[in-house]
């Protein structure tokens, strides 16, 4: 069992799991800050989304 183990961890150096563990947290910080700005550009949008069709609606150009 423990040769199993032994060639197991053998295929795994330090190295890659380090990269993979490094790439995980970039991957994740992008994820976050993606998702702060659309939080903080929703309304902005929404609210010229919404001007854009009331003037579709109206007959009028934004």
């Known amino acids: ?3 199993v183990f032994k060639k197991m961890m053998g295929k795994f150096n330090r190295r890659s799991a380090q ?3 490094e790439y995980t947290l970039v991957l994740a910080l992008v994820v976050v ?3 702060v700005l659309l939080k ?3 309304g902005g949008v929404q609210n ?3 001007a ?3 003037g ?3 007959g ?3």
Do not use: D, F, R, Y
Request: hydrophobic residues 50%.
């Open 1 to 3: 069992m423990k040769t």
């Open 19 to 21: 990269s993979l563990v």
């Open 33 to 35: 800050i993606c998702i």
């Open 40 to 42: 903080a550009l929703g």
């Open 48 to 50: 010229q989304l919404s």
């Open 52 to 54: 854009a069709n009331s």
């Open 56 to 58: 579709l609606s109206a």
């Open 60 to 62: 009028t150009a934004p």
